[in-house]
């Protein structure tokens, strides 16, 4: 069983090619998975604040075209919203933690959520507005999960009104799960971005995916390591944290958020690109 452990540090892009000699093959099919806030833009104070820096955008957009890359983007936002955010075309996107899921010729693969599972989202969000949107915190509605934002909200009585809020959700039957001065409620269903992450790998490359392809992954939050304990032994994850002593289901750590961009470097380089 994948076990959370102290990952090796990746601190510049000469670690890349240190740390995985040999790991990716110009002239082997890649697979290239990425959550979007904390990984490929950087953390905002307003979620709505947040992009990508023009670098990044530049070298996804081309790594996006190589005909031995395929491309996708799992977040904890609404699928909408995340393709307006990254903008490039003819790739794959998951929204709302993967049960969103669009291929690249727009078809949908939707997880389907139990009707009473929709009905309790609504009363969530109705008493969550109507209970803990104060105080500078706010509740992020994406249809079929939510965030609880409270980033602003004053120090002396942030950590109160969160518990509030987590003991709101969890009163639903929804999952509360830890963010960035934020909680994420997920519907309590088997599926994450990790099912997510297996579900498009499958869905794109069959069930062998494994012997015939390589795979990336990078995320930042507690959220990824669902995909980081699935691709364990089957690719290469690395979790975005500034924490040394973070335990993570991750093959390494990048230290800071700036060393996604030397991730992509790393890869284009290796692909010609």
């Known amino acids: 069983m994948p076990e959370k452990r102290i990952a090796p540090v990746i601190n510049s892009y000469e670690d890349f090619e240190l740390k995985l000699p040999g790991f990716l093959n110009g002239k082997k099919k890649l697979a290239v998975l990425f959550d979007y806030d904390g990984t490929l833009a950087p953390i905002a104070d307003n979620p709505n604040k947040t992009v990508m820096p023009v670098a990044t955008e530049v070298i996804l957009s081309k790594i996006a075209k190589h005909e031995n890359i395929f491309l996708a983007v799992i977040s904890g936002r609404g699928i909408k919203d995340v393709q307006s955010r990254v903008g490039i075309n003819g790739i794959m996107y998951a929204g709302n933690h993967g049960i969103e899921i669009e291929s690249p010729d727009g078809s949908r693969h939707d997880y389907q959520l139990p009707k009473e599972i929709q009905e ?6 109705k008493e969550l507005k109507d209970n803990v949107e104060k105080n500078n915190a706010w509740v992020e509605d994406k249809r079929v999960s939510l965030t609880y934002h409270y980033r602003d909200t004053p120090l002396e009585i942030k950590d109160s009104q969160k518990q509030v ?11 509360a799960n830890q963010a960035h ?3 994420e409620a997920k519907p309590p269903v088997n ?6 992450a297996m579900f498009i790998l499958n869905h794109t490359f069959g069930d062998n ?9 990078a995320g930042d939050d507690t959220t990824d390591e669902d995909a980081m304990k699935k691709l364990q032994g089957l690719g290469k994850s690395f979790r975005v944290s500034t924490d040394p002593e973070i335990q993570t289901f991750a093959d390494f750590r990048l230290s800071s958020q700036d060393l996604v961009s030397d991730l992509l470097k790393w890869i284009s380089n290796a692909y010609g690109i």
Do not use: P, Q, T
């Open 209 to 217: 995916w494994a012997d015939n392809i390589k795979v990336i992954f």
């Open 120 to 125: 309790n989202y609504s009363k969530l969000v």
């Open 181 to 183: 001065e934020a909680i």
């Open 191 to 196: 599926w994450n971005k990790g099912e997510a």
């Open 165 to 175: 809020a987590i003991r709101i959700i969890e009163s639903y039957g929804f999952r």
